[in-house]
């Protein structure tokens, strides 16, 4: 079981970035997925998250409006879509998978993780 997480770089606040995480070794059929961030000697956050179909999305507050999950089960991937980016939106991202049917935002749920994608913002 692995994810390939891409997209992460360097922007400018106010720009844009598109993160991508595509699993590998199993489908992400019946999986929920949830992207989540950490930041220097900060905890693990949660992000957002999508159910299995698609059709139910859960956000965190801080990036509500700005950030958008979708995922393509035909090609196994999961998507991130960061507008309006902040310098606080500046972490590590990381992909995550569960079974089950709703979104989640407790990284305790999540059974499978990626090695993460470096997301910095500047000033």
């Known amino acids: 079981v692995q994810f390939v997480e891409r997209g992460g770089g360097l922007v400018q606040a106010g720009g844009s970035l598109v993160l991508s995480c595509t699993a590998s070794?199993?489908?992400?059929?019946?999986?929920?997925i949830g992207w989540f961030r950490q930041a220097p000697g900060k905890e693990r956050e949660f992000v957002a998250s999508v159910n299995w179909s698609g059709g139910s999305k859960y956000y965190a507050d801080s990036v509500k409006g700005r950030f958008a999950i979708s995922r393509d089960n035909a090609k196994n991937t999961v998507y991130l879509q960061m507008n309006s980016l902040k310098p606080e939106d500046t972490a590590v991202y990381f992909c995550?998978?569960?079974?089950?049917?709703?979104?989640?935002?407790?990284?305790?749920?999540?059974?499978?993780w990626g090695q993460g994608t470096q997301v910095t913002v500047s000033s």
């Open positions: 995550a998978a569960r079974m089950g049917l709703a979104p989640s935002g407790q990284h305790n749920d999540y059974d499978y």
């Open positions: 070794g199993f489908t992400l059929d019946y999986h929920v």
